[in-house]
T-cell receptor, first 116, second 113 residues
């Protein structure tokens, strides 16, 4: 089956620093990837849709200058949390969509970000 | 736009008894519907999905769900709960070509011995 990986799985950073999270589709090409955010004991909220070779589309209320998304290749999308603050601490999950598998979305294992 | 409502935030059952997790959806066109499970501090695992084929969908680990258009429902069931089923369950609706996946608030399933 299709596999999506995320790196790192867990990261701690200091307030004011930036952190980059990678999302990779390991055995298929993904023209579209999605980034979700999950606060403790809450549901997943779509943050942005990442399209290869073009700008990401952000959901209402998501600061695009704070959450930088780059989808430079068909197998890699990155989310950079800039000038992180404790309120950015969350579980970030990506998914990748396989157009050759009926547009199935495959989810990564998630990255837990803790900002101190 | 589409959305889902999970009718119970928490369901508690005894081991060996049936499980029912309720989900209603709203969509302006024929939706795709999914159930995912998330164990603590883990990623999502797909249980089953409906994509306009058979209305009764069988998934992994003995779970199944029935798509009822007249009731706009997609409830998840399992005949006999196991301790390992304790987790958070999400009902999800998506649009055309799985654009715009929307998650329900989640239902926490507790299984008592």
């Amino acid at each position: 089956g299709a596999v999506v990986s995320q790196h790192p799985s867990w990261v701690i950073c200091k307030s004011g620093t930036s952190v980059k999270i990678e999302c990779r589709s390991l055995d298929f090409q993904a023209t579209t990837m999605f980034w979700y955010r999950q606060f403790p004991k809450q549901s997943l909220m779509l943050m942005a849709t990442s399209n290869e070779g073009s700008k990401a589309t952000y959901e209402q209320g998501v600061e695009k200058d704070k959450f930088l998304i780059n989808h430079a290749s068909l197998t890699l999308s990155t989310l950079t949390v800039t000038s992180a603050h404790p309120e950015d601490s969350s579980f970030y999950i990506c998914s990748a969509r396989d157009v050759w598998a009926h547009y199935e979305q495959y989810f990564g294992p998630g990255t837990r970000l803790t900002v101190t | 736009a589409q959305s889902v409502t999970q009718l119970d935030s928490h369901v508690s059952v005894s081991e060996g008894t049936p499980v029912l997790l309720r989900c209603n959806y709203s969509s302006s066109y024929s939706p795709s519907l999914f159930w995912y499970v998330q164990h603590p501090n883990k990623g999502l695992q797909l249980l089953l999905k409906y994509t306009s084929a058979a209305t009764l969908v069988k998934g992994i680990n003995g779970f199944e769900a029935e798509f009822k258009k007249s009731e706009t429902s997609f409830h998840l069931t399992k005949p006999s709960a196991h301790m390992s089923d304790a987790a958070e369950y999400f009902c999800v609706v998506s649009g055309y070509n799985n654009n715009d996946m929307r998650f329900g608030a989640g239902t926490r399933l507790t299984v008592k011995p």
